[in-house]
Nanobody
Framework: QVQLVESGGGSVQSGGSLRLSCTAS??????????MAWFRQAPGKEREGVSC????????YYADSVKGRFTISRDNAKGTLYLQMNSLKPEDTAMYYC?????????????????????WGQGTQVTVSS
């Protein structure tokens, strides 16, 4: 059983910042051995990849829409994944999901990326107002 719990979402104005966290637990998961990712889904849109970080923490990839504004990181000792989001825009408004166990590639922003991830959290809402 694997559990992923996201936190840190909220409502901010355009240009603001938020830091999302995702804590992993469960007997079926060794956090330090798996790739992790953040996805998001806005109402009426497909789920899209935002960023991923490989199990070593050395290879991170971002969707073009968030490059230079978002930073993904992980603390394997705490079993926690983070997403620092700066310079937020109204188009960043979405439910953000943490996912584990899939491929971490430069193509994380492709619509097919989500299919490789087996474990998902319940999501945390991010709302950015103009």
């Amino acid at each position: 059983q694997v559990q992923l719990v996201e936190s840190g979402g909220g409502s901010v104005q355009s240009g603001g910042s938020l830091r999302l966290s995702c804590t992993a637990s469960g007997s079926g998961l060794t956090f330090g051995d798996i790739n992790m990712a953040w996805f998001r889904q806005a109402p009426g849109k497909e789920r899209e990849g935002v960023s991923c970080l490989d199990w070593t923490g050395r290879s991170a990839y971002y969707a073009d829409s968030v490059k230079g504004r978002f930073t993904i990181s992980r603390d394997n000792a705490k079993g926690t994944l983070y997403l620092q989001m700066n310079s937020l825009k109204p188009e960043d408004t979405a439910m953000y999901y943490c996912a584990a166990g899939g491929f971490c590639r430069p193509t994380i922003g492709d619509s097919s990326a989500a299919k490789t991830y087996a474990y998902w959290g319940q999501g945390t809402q991010v709302t950015v107002s103009s």
